[in-house]
């Protein structure tokens, strides 16, 4: 089994009941994720050996956090105690027309105070197959802007092959700031998510044509970032259509070798929980790859299969094997199976 | 901030859980709320200092709909207690193709006994801006009649604008029993919520003639009211157009200067309870003109947002604030707000 | 009131709550039920005395089947009580995209041991007017094959209709096996349910020509069957699109005096709990023909409605009455009753 | 198996859970119940042919008391439907120092205006072995009052045994009121439930000399009440120390021959739900007079066990059968059975 | 109505299940609640009018709080809106011989960095008939410190009472900093909530001779106490002998004019939640301070009534009326109110 | 950290909601648990490497005992997939004076069927400080009566810590087959879970002289046994003296060296759940008995102190650290810690 090294934050999710606003209701359901965090969990679950470097407080918050990874098979030796708190966010969830709404109340996490002393990450990379982290950690503080650079120079070091997924967020950063922290690192990277506003906003590529279609404006910028950053071998992202809350449509993109292979468009309805959508997407691609074996298209179909089944689970984790989300792809969907 | 008066009943709803019947299930939720006290909730959280006239019993029940009111910031001043019971109905939700049951236990309710000496009018009435009521109030005894009637003159006295919203229920009253009451308080009534229906069946308006357009006739209908009661101001209603239970198309009116405004139309899917849609609507449509500087176009607009945000959560009540809605006319829905 | 009889198993189905998979949930909710057992609940609240056969282990939850039955009027004198265990089935539901699972735990059940000398056939027929049984009570043991065929002849020397739902199931035997024991018994059956799939491959019947619609496709399998077996007055089916676990196309076939009569097509999103629903449908094609007055057109109707009604609802059971069906028949759905 | 006959009211109970206020919660529990319709249940169990003649609505909340009887096994031949609404009632559950509350809504209900012309005594008495009354029945309307007397006088023409449970209401009636209803009656008892305040109070027995214990002086009532109505064989009540809502101690009695017969007295700690417990102790004294073979003191033994364990569930009825009750007797508790 | 001023934290309580552990669960209970809060909603029920004084963020969980207090009548004109984010603590349900356990998640709150610049003083004094705060406010911020002396001085020039609960909370600060910050108040004080612990280790009262009773050594300690800060009039605490966490003995003192009245002992079981079991008896004796005309043994009988009945259901606040507290004291308890 | 093994089944239990019938209910809630599975979990959470021997079908319901085991740490290197089903059982949970009742459906389970074809029991005890297996394993099957010897035989081979819980289940067999099963295995054991009814009934000890105390009893049994089998260094047991269901007295017995070490008595209140109480206790004493420095007093009261806490949380594992449990042996319970 292949090695995998993630970073990033894991958070306390304290969601409302379908149908029930935070301001008045008095129950919540917990979860705990985070971008890393949830392809750990979908990487280890797909059969990979994943150590999840992060960092949480020493109490039972702290504690159910490691619950929570080793339950689904994440190596949680690199899980530091210590800290403050527990970053942690309440999700008052959407519905038909009404969208989902964040309340976050992260700051002074113990992860955010993650300094290298902690860390010995020649021992971590040592073996591994590939290094996963996103544009989350940067926004998070300087210092772990300064940790991921090391950590994926490292990594190249190593030979192992990196990832990063751009998971840009309004409320964290700027997106000067972002800009400005997110492209020096894009030298080191091999595989890389990303869309058409990261594009536009963060790598100030110029405008597609407007007369292009969608997809032509994607491979354009695709194109473009292919011809200022050699390295990235793949590039991927998901075209969704967000009919209501409740109904989306999702289809899934993969650059590589000069050529964008599109998966088929799914029809998602009766949402039950679409946050970690783009993780498991994500882990789809990735295990894709690592596999070595599979044709882009097959890569497409897997990925965005795998975050098709995570709508209609809660929790941030997609929690479905290999097998079953194969079977997905092969015979679809909607059949009793008995 | 504007005073506002509304009169009617609030009563005790007893919902099944989705997928329950009746008399199958063990488990209820409660909800209080009423045409006119639905309408104070959302006119309260709008920020008008609302007064609602009614009465309750003196228990524990009573209690709660007082708490109901106050964390709504509605004023309980006008809320009397007494009386032998509080109205109740039970409603077995709907689901896809099945519809909403009600089975109402309501009669002999505390409200339904309220006596004119109980209330002292002039006192209500110093100050207000505005004075809403609904044809269930008049359903409910003929003394209630007969005081809407005083209450509405004392209003017209006092200089102060008058809402009617129709609201026929046909397990109330008969349609002759409504049209006799009705008419002879529209004489006093400034804004007016009725549809084609209360305009044939109530008000004995010539039906339109079949080669007309839903749209063209509603204006029929609503110029030949104006003819009839030349002081109402607005007339306003909405067009539901229902697929099944869980999805409804839904299209704001609103009559003015003889000109009909219509809002663009929104599409409700997995619907979470549309008790209270209309007063939401009602509540958006009174906010708009109290407002006196908006545009007949952003009256509607605003007023069908608020009643379709009320279809996405629990309670009959429009929870939702005057930036949300604004929001939500401005940007339209469903993406997680973070 | 006519009788009715019918021989089967009843299971406690264990289901998970909506978005929830068995392998991550710890609450259950239990349901009782089984082909022939909701057929009977179905046609006891349409008004006839059902006698339901079968057998459940001497403990609490067979004492649960029992108060099940009760509760819906179901007569329980031939409901035995011994053997090892209930057989069980887990469902995690599906919703959206993703199916529901059945994870069967039903071997070594009570009802599979069952044998001749527990029961009394000649007083169970006495008087009644029709036998129901399915080929789910054939699949479980060689010896409730026997105690079939028995019943079956027995039932016609009585005079009595009969009726058989093919339900096949892949988990339960193979399709070889199925053919075998289901043939034998096709000339003992008035009323039969069965459609497409089985014709080809439990029949043998060739396969209609590519050409035909689906419609001309049933009528072509149903004159062969009618061929083969000239006693069968009555042949039946669903034709279901699945757009989703969550919504549902489906319409009803009845094949009478060599006419194929089709209901509408019913649109059934929002599925609350779909279990059940081929039986609802069974049971309101048999609530038809003991009519003995209402038109194929009708029977038809009505059966797809009480069937997409049993949609709306948790549990295997139809829990409509014959008044609520045929208001549904009548006035389509999803306006609030009150 | 023996026919026994109940008359009495049958409620809708709506509870909170425990530790939350009515006013505070918006959850409710729902149970059907009343002192007859209790008995009723706990008989069926125990193996009685039970018809309970009462009046519900004809709606879901009458359908529903329906189906709890008939889960039961309870006979609903006589349960009549019709008249306005099901009497309600809220409880909010005590615990600890502080007791349960009760709201009544049960005034209007359709048994309390049910008519002797909607009843046909004659062919429900026939081959009873058993009528079964309490006082609430009487106390709900002059009507009421003489139906009561006139199915007493049937009950005893047909030779059958007669209980009564004294069950005074407070809030139904006046002391003066009952005892005027009840002593008319007493005449034409066999079996009669009550206590030390009832014959005080209601019987104008002069009061005890205080130097005696609490077991003497019921001895004394018994003993006058004897004297008055010597037709009455059976006079049974428990003695009740409330120590918190969550800790009773509970014994029984029964004065049979002059002589009386007390149970141990049981510890009840972390009660359930106290409701019920007086007609499971009515239902465990009947039992043992209809089987005509026990020993008092085993009587006495059995009612006093059925009353506790029915302590340890929600809801009105007894939920033990007449072996685990007897098991209890014999081996006490709290082991794990297993 | 008097006119009351408070001045603290209000936070958010996440609790689990009872049974359950925080680091396995996935469901809390969301309650609001802080020393000062308790006691304002608690007087707001007994007829006061209660301003309180705090800051909460701008978002829903800010709204939350101040529905909270509304529905129970606080005014809120005071409580400001801002600041980075709300105080919260997880608390691990007790039970049984298994403690409570709380975590703290309340640094960085809104209320902690609440300044001077954001208050008017003069405006909230007016009037006001009493100021109470405790001695959590004082552990938040030094400048929080400077504030409530102000406060104190202000109130004292307005000639309103003051009252102080010493709440020492050894997680907050240490018992020198806390005993420097409260002496410098405490002759500022006309009612004081103390007991042994805080005179010995924040006052430096020499410890108390061995010999002496508890109820001697409270004695001691008040005379004491009253020696060094003659203007304290009055001084209250309660005895807690805790015999499991969910079975307490409960019994108030209450010293003044150099006596000490204690209340009878109460025995709380089967308590459902502790938490603002303090507050609730502070609330009381404040109460009976306003009205004037109480005698002292009824003051502190009322008071433990208060936080006994408290205890029995869930949240912070005493949810019950001066009439139900009274006729608890009155008629004790436990017997089903009907 | 030590290594320690352990052989056993692990089964699915269902449970009713406290106050629920099995027969009435239609919620279960579902936990995983094994005598053997248990003390695993426990001895992880204290910090060995745990690995569990068991086998589990190969479907959802393995896959959530996998994730259970994961979930506390324990190493499922061992737990088989395959085979039939995973063994059931139904727990109605007792409260007050009603006992708990388990219903068991665990016939035909994959681990009953386990063979040693199956197993590399070299490899396994390769390291390993102990091997604990129960008299529950002996009783399921010959099969694994003959597997469990030869496990013994190879960890004693290896030099291992052998521990053995007599655990008599009379559901299971009868007291000659486990007398006969369990006498050719205690040779080979170290430590010894039994009290006086095993001597007594599986060992054939003669009777202890009735004018003993029960600690005097205890001891003359372990003498008794000792004699027998001197190779056991430790028996331990508990006394439990059941007052109700909900409240039992608990104390902790340990024999080592000639001496009865007895822990204090623990009076637990308010018992959640004590499904493995017996397991917590055994785990605790193992424990004690691994640390190695532990003098028998302070393993005792380590053990009887894990136990009590187990009976605290729902579920059969004790989820308490070391760290938590000594904190509650040294400062008693009942206090919030904040």
Chains 1, 2, 3, 4, 5, 6 share one sequence.
Not at 21 to 37: C, D, F, I, P, V
Not at 151 to 174: E, P
Not at 216 to 225: P, S, V
Not at 250 to 267: A, D, M, P, R, T
Request: net charge neutral.
């Amino acid at each position: 089994m292949k090695k995998v090294v993630t970073l990033g934050e894991i958070m306390l999710r304290l969601s409302t009941h379908t149908g029930e606003r935070l301001s008045q209701t008095n129950k919540l359901t917990m979860h705990y994720g985070g971008a890393e965090a949830n392809v750990s969990v979908a990487l280890s679950r797909f059969g990979y050996d994943v150590y999840f470097i992060s960092k949480v407080p020493n109490n039972p918050l702290g504690e159910a956090v490691e619950r929570h990874l080793k339950s689904h098979g994440v190596y949680t030796d690199y899980l530091l105690k210590g800290g403050e708190r527990l970053g942690t966010y309440y999700l008052e969830s959407g519905v038909g027309e009404r969208s989902a709404k964040v309340i976050y109340d992260r700051k002074y996490s113990s992860f955010s105070n993650l300094t290298l002393e902690e860390l010995d990450l020649e021992g971590i990379f040592e073996g591994a197959a590939l290094f996963h982290v996103s544009g989350i950690t940067l926004a998070l503080s300087p210092y772990l802007r300064k940790l991921t650079m090391l950590a994926l120079q490292k990594a190249k070091a190593y030979g192992i092959q990196t990832s990063f997924d751009f998971n840009y967020r309004a409320t964290l950063w700027s997106q000067k700031e972002a800009s400005q922290a997110i492209k020096p690192l894009l030298p080191y990277i091999d595989i890389c998510f990303c869309g058409e506003l990261d594009a536009m906003y963060l790598l100030d590529i110029p405008t597609a044509d407007a007369s292009l279609t969608k997809t032509e404006k994607l491979e354009y910028y695709y194109r473009k970032i292919k011809e200022m950053y050699p390295n990235i071998r793949y590039m991927s992202s998901t075209f969704r259509t967000v009919q209501s809350a409740s109904n989306h449509k999702l289809q899934g993109n993969l650059y590589v070798n000069g050529e964008l292979y599109q998966s088929k468009e799914h029809h998602i309805d009766q949402i039950v929980d679409r946050v970690g959508g783009g993780d498991a997407f994500a882990s789809g691609v990735l295990h894709g790859i690592l596999l070595g074996t599979l044709p882009p298209e097959q890569i497409i179909s897997f990925a965005i299969a795998a975050s098709a089944l995570k709508h209609t689970v809660h929790g941030d984790c997609n929690v479905f094997s290999v097998e079953e989300i194969s079977q997905f792809v092969d015979h679809g969907s909607a059949k009793i199976m008995r």
